[in-house]
């Protein structure tokens, strides 16, 4: 905003208010209204609150890309920006950017990712510690980090200082992830991936790293792997690392067993979702801005999330499109995509990227007036000072851009497409191909207009790979770039968008949905005379039972006619999944084999790369992760990261304070009623048929009783039963036991006798104790960490476990947040539970069951 702007007085809200207007704006989602608000709307350091919704937000951003507009030819107008992305319905600014733009209190990075490193040539302790300072200062202006440690030589190498040998790669991991974890951005931690390449000696101790407990707990970490590894693998035969890695003249050399580092790859992340895996020759061979790798552009590591490859103190920023809207007359069979509208807008898309370009220039020059103007000495400045000299020298010369989409799931749906069959990834890889031919001839349009990215050589990219696709499906393209350039380096991603799709309410980025419907329980207040009470427990509180659908999952229905605001029974519920286009297109459907496909075909047409988690089934055996993983590898995948329901333990923190003291010994538990009101929770675990029976009091989970189900030695239970009581009696002898109690059609009470006899006696004794810690209580998200944090030998036993927290996890408030746990991708520590996953607010990742 410019000065003037700044000059007038600002009209502020009370946190209430703002709320309130955000809650409207997102016609009562309170979840999107109450994340909108904490990351995104102005607000200033003494947290005065500037806008109310976001069409202010909206118009700041679009007045700001517009000024930037008048500086060139044929500008947009503020109102043509202001339409695409108002409502979030076409374009949408991602994280940095969406917070950042025309943000006069906070003087931070538009980028959102950035790369840092010595290009390999340093492993001084004067060079590691560089690095480390660098890290910290892109971490306190919002940035997430990544980079390589190839270049440190390996454990055991001499050293001309008094420690006479290298310790190596490992200490310098944890190093990195304690500087990470003590920076904080805006009440949340920073974000870092630390990648080593399989040639370096010390990779084996890299991939074990993180399998000691609280090690390395603040980085992600992946092994960049190259062909020749994955050909030693398919042969079974020996590899050579080299330090310097990959170096004809090495000074160090070790020859292993590829296949049995691969085993130790593959069973670190079936076990803990980490490492995962960047195939390495396939990021170089296809990089457009490796072919200026001897100008400063050779890709060293990624992003925290893996979708943007980069060179040393490049950065990106990142942008969304919003599939969904481009469907007209979605859920109906006249559904079609309008490409001429999508191909419209992905000019105006790739031109507010180059805009938004100009804009975190402006950034740049603004955070090194402050460093300037900081009262500390020049020598310490000086490294902060030189690094983003470096990053602004980056972003005018490639000026690099990250167009992404979201609503991939939805999109499919909502034109009748299966997600993960073949006809959807067929029509995927069309839309993404229409979106990477025309963000290239946006970049050369905008070339004849403002100019080529300063070091553009067209002779230098005419054997890139990448390059000679776009050559074979667009000529003209092709010939009109060699003859007037290319504006950007680099243009396309597809990143996570956690928060963005929280907020266009539609599925997260190229992910399929993870829940179409679920449901939901609250008690009724007694002077509520026009509440529905849907029953009265046996102690004489009412309930109503409510359900909570995915947006346009709520929008099928209406298209069909499909009242949302009618009291469904839970058989009517699977009814109505099935019949929709969501039916065996969720996260837990989705067969993998399809999915890697899917992404091997779409990275053709995605010049960066691909962030995406193919979440697995707790049973899979190591040998699937593998054979994944080299699927990944054969398809053209650039990286592929598995996440195996159950693999990764939460980590609980202890505290001392009195708060929360406080609130245990409120919640003591009072004495079991003979009877208490019961949820019948079914799932699957592996290919096992499971049943939770849940006891409520003032509907929060008191007791849990699980176990199998439909065998011969489980509970059989008709499928229609969701509800009934738990009641506490005694046997012959004296002993206590709870039976289940239902009512069946008739209105017959229906007693299943002794649930602690039903089930396995090893479940029996977990359950007391789970059900313990619920009686005194311990909050629903604290139980479902500590049942994750168990560590059991038994595979049955985990297997329970794993049920167990899917049942609970339902009980737990949307926008609780999931303290003491991090995420898998970006291992941000910003997790709320939504529909009973965990999702990421920074990165967007979502974990269900």
Not at 84 to 111: E, H, R
Request: glycine share 6%; hydrophobic share 35%; proline share 4%.
């Amino acid at each position: 905003m410019n000065s003037q702007t700044l000059q007038k007085p600002r009209k502020t809200y009370s946190k209430d208010e703002a709320l309130q207007a955000a809650r409207n704006y997102f016609k009562g989602d309170e979840l999107a209204a109450s994340v909108w608000l904490n990351k995104y709307a102005l607000k200033d350091s003494a947290n005065n609150i500037y806008e109310s919704t976001p069409d202010e937000m909206h118009k700041r951003i679009a007045s700001e890309i517009a000024r930037i507009e008048k500086k060139y030819d044929n500008p947009l107008s503020e109102s043509e920006i202001f339409k695409v992305i108002k409502n979030f319905k076409y374009i949408v600014p991602q994280g940095s950017p969406m917070a950042g733009i025309g943000n006069p209190f906070q003087i931070a990075s538009l980028s959102n990712c950035f790369v840092i490193g010595n290009n390999g040539e340093s492993d001084s302790y004067g060079g590691i510690m560089k690095i480390d300072q660098e890290q910290v200062q892109l971490m306190k202006r919002r940035g997430g980090v990544g980079h390589d440690l190839s270049h440190i030589r390996p454990k055991g190498s001499p050293v001309k200082n008094s420690a006479l040998t290298s310790t190596g790669i490992v200490p310098f991991m944890e190093r990195y992830s304690n500087s990470t974890r003590e920076v904080a951005q805006d009440g949340r931690r920073g974000a870092l991936m630390l990648s080593v390449s399989i040639n370096h000696p010390d990779a084996e101790a890299f991939i074990d790293a993180k399998l000691e407990q609280g090690k390395v707990t603040g980085a992600n970490v992946s092994v960049r792997i190259d062909d020749a590894f994955m050909q030693a693998v398919k042969t079974n035969s020996s590899y050579v690392q080299n330090y310097p890695v990959n170096s004809k003249n090495p000074l160090y050399t070790k020859t292993i067993e590829a296949h049995r580092i691969w085993k130790k790859i593959v069973h670190n992340a079936w076990k803990s979702a980490e490492p995962g895996v960047l195939f390495w020759d396939t990021i170089i061979s296809e990089s457009v801005p490796d072919c200026y790798a001897d100008l400063g552009y050779k890709t060293v590591s990624t992003n925290p999330c893996g979708e943007i490859p980069l060179c040393p103190y490049d950065s990106c920023r990142l942008l969304a499109i919003n599939l969904f809207s481009y469907v007209e007359n979605p859920f109906t069979k006249q559904a079609e995509f309008n490409f001429k509208l999508f191909k419209k807008h992905i000019v105006i898309a790739q031109r507010m990227m180059d805009d938004v370009i100009d804009l975190e220039l402006e950034k740049i020059d603004k955070i090194l007036a402050k460093i300037d103007s900081d009262p500390e000495q020049d020598d310490v400045k000086a490294i902060e000072r030189n690094l983003w000299i470096n990053i602004k020298q980056k972003a005018t010369e490639g000026r690099r851009t990250g167009i992404g989409i979201t609503a991939e799931g939805d999109m499919l749906a909502a034109l009748g497409i299966q997600y993960g069959s073949e006809a959807g990834n067929t029509f995927s890889t069309e839309v993404h191909k229409t979106l990477c031919i025309e963000t290239y001839r946006a970049s050369v349009t905008l070339a004849k207009e403002r100019g080529t990215f300063a070091i553009f050589d067209a002779d230098r990219e005419k054997e890139n790979p990448f390059i000679l696709r776009l050559k074979e499906a667009d000529s003209q393209l092709y010939y009109e770039m060699l003859e007037y350039g290319r504006r950007n380096i680099a243009l396309l991603t597809i990143a996570p968008t956690g928060t963005t799709s929280l907020m266009t309410q539609t599925s997260s980025g190229i992910e399929p949905v993870f829940m179409p419907v679920y449901k939901r329980r609250k008690k009724v207040n007694p002077n509520d005379k026009d509440a529905r009470v849907d029953f009265v427990d046996e102690v004489g509180d009412s309930w109503e039972e409510y359900i909570v659908f995915h947006h346009r999952f709520k929008q099928w229905m209406e298209v069909n006619n499909i009242n949302s605001s009618k009291h469904f029974t839970q058989q009517e519920l699977d009814k109505l999944v099935k019949q929709s286009p969501y039916y065996k297109a969720t996260s837990n459907d989705i067969d993998w084999k399809s999915k890697v496909a899917m992404q091997g075909a779409i990275q053709k047409w995605v010049d960066h790369s691909i962030s995406v988690t193919v979440n697995l089934p707790n049973n899979v055996s190591e040998d699937l992760v593998g054979e994944l993983y080299l699927k990944a590898w054969e398809v053209g995948c650039k990286g592929v990261t598995v996440y195996r329901d159950g693999s990764r333990a939460g980590v609980l923190i202890a505290t001392d304070t009195k708060e929360e003291e406080q609130a245990v010994n409120d919640n003591f538990s009072k004495k079991r009623p003979l009877s208490l009101e019961a949820d019948v929770v079914r799932f699957q675990n592996q290919k096992e048929k499971w049943i939770a029976f849940v006891g409520l009091v003032d509907g929060r989970p008191y007791e849990i009783f699980t176990g199998l189900t439909d065998d011969e030695d489980g509970i059989i239970i008709p499928r229609w039963v969701d509800k009934g009581f738990i009641i506490k009696n005694r046997n012959d002898d004296g002993s206590s036991r709870y039976d289940f109690q239902y009512k069946n059609k008739r209105g017959y009470k229906t007693t299943i006798e002794g649930l602690s006899h039903k089930f396995n006696p090893e479940f029996w004794n977990y359950a007391k104790l789970i059900s313990g810690t619920l009686r005194h209580g311990m909050p629903i998200d604290k139980t479902v960490e500590l049942i994750q944090s168990l560590q059991l030998d038994s595979e049955s036993i985990n297997t329970w476990k794993n049920g167990v927290q899917r049942a609970l996890k339902r009980y737990v408030k949307d926008g609780t947040k999931a303290k003491g746990q991090t995420c898998e991708n970006c291992n941000s520590n910003e997790l709320i539970y939504q529909e009973g996953c965990l999702i990421c607010q920074d990165c967007g990742a979502s974990k269900c069951g």
